[in-house]
């Protein structure tokens, strides 16, 4: 790989009290870029100020949403170390969109070095106040301008970051979902399994009509049958059900969250049943109603951990747990979080030392 260039900006910003800051709103002062063209490949690495992009146009990201993105976090530990929390992951499902959207790929040395060079860059953007981070997001947009449906011939590939507060600043309390009927998320042969924006657009109706129903998320279903259980919002979805775990498996149209894939490992790790297969919505409202679904949690890496209190599903509210936080739960969230901020030893070696 070619040697970053890093271009420092002559004026810093200043930090925004990170008490109540709205996600994703104020950025740090540099970002990483990354360009492709089918001649040079991969070229011009390079950390510079934050500003704004010139793109034509005609840019096929416009028109045709060939992109694709991911979401992670550095930590400041107790001892003041920058930590990332397992970065190679992201970098492998950054990949796994790009063939699915015919992105071209990025080698995970280049993806590592870019991230740790403009993480160590603007270290002081990483919080240290309780239960704080610097959101890091990775993506790749289409530049070439020319109108037609194929893959671009150019790419840009970028890391900016922002600062984030506590995602639960009254506390971890157990949110309302609603079942959607209407409305699907993805289906098998689709783009599902990525992280691509086109997703997440076609989620905003769906969530709209919950929030104006009281309700914090949806809990998709299946675009075929509409009776198997995928996601909740944007996050995957675990159930705890007459004493064993629960979750969608990864059929094509659920996304393979790494904080899904932290959770098995250590839920199975404490000797708890995990199984990872296809259940309807018919299979969880008998559970609630026979009181064996005992527990439930979104796992993503904004919340890390959501706890479920209340499910409802034609007309009908289904409590969980008596609307608390499980014990299952309240572990998974604690044992994460504090491997994360290097509270809690990492027997797995999870955690990324940046700095």
């Not at 950025?27 to 704004?52: C, I, Q, T």
């Not at 530990?77 to 969109?97: C, Q």
């Not at 995602?167 to 309390?173: I, S």
């Not at 309807?280 to 209190?309: C, F, H, M, R, Y």
Request: hydrophobic share 40%; aromatic share 10%; charged share 25%.
């Amino acid at each position: 790989m070619e040697k970053i260039r890093i271009e420092k900006s002559a004026v810093l910003k200043e930090k925004p009290a990170i008490e109540g800051i709205p996600f994703g709103t104020y950025f740090s002062d540099h970002m990483f870029l990354l360009d492709y063209d089918s001649e040079k490949g991969w070229h011009n690495p390079r950390a510079v100020p934050f500003a704004n992009f010139e793109i034509s146009p005609a840019a096929a990201v416009l028109h045709y949403a060939q992109e694709i993105f991911e979401g992670m976090k550095a930590y400041r530990s107790p001892s003041g170390e920058v930590l990332l929390f397992r970065p190679l992951e992201n970098a492998r499902r950054l990949n796994s969109s790009a063939e699915r959207l015919c992105i071209p790929q990025i080698p995970e040395d280049i993806f590592m070095e870019g991230l740790k060079t403009l993480v160590e860059l603007d270290k002081d953007w990483v919080p240290s106040a309780p239960d704080t981070s610097l959101y890091i997001r990775p993506y790749i947009i289409a530049t070439s301008a020319q109108l037609g449906v194929h893959a671009s011939k150019n790419y840009l590939f970028a890391i900016i970051t922002c600062p984030v507060g506590s995602y639960y600043p009254e506390g971890l309390n157990p949110v309302r979902i609603m079942i959607e009927k209407s409305d699907v998320r993805a289906v098998r042969g689709g783009t599902g399994y990525t992280k691509c924006g086109g997703n997440y657009a076609a989620s905003i109706r769906a969530a709209e009509r919950a929030e104006e129903q009281g309700y914090s998320q949806v809990l998709w279903l299946d675009g075929i049958t509409r009776r198997n259980i995928e996601e909740v919002g944007s996050m995957n979805v675990m159930f705890k059900m007459d004493g064993k775990v629960i979750t969608p498996a990864l059929t094509g149209s659920v996304l393979p969250g790494i904080t899904r894939k932290s959770c098995i490992e250590l839920i199975k790790s404490w000797g708890i049943d995990v199984e990872e297969r296809e259940f309807t919505v018919d299979e969880l409202i008998a559970a609630a109603n026979s009181g064996k679904l005992e527990e439930a949690w979104g796992t993503g890496t904004a919340a890390v951990i959501s706890p479920i209190g209340e499910i409802a599903f034609d007309g009908v509210r289904y409590e969980i747990g008596g609307g608390k936080i499980g014990t299952l739960t309240q572990r998974l969230y604690d044992t994460i979080t504090g491997i994360q901020w290097g509270k809690t030893e990492d027997k797995f070696s999870w955690s990324v030392k940046v700095c």
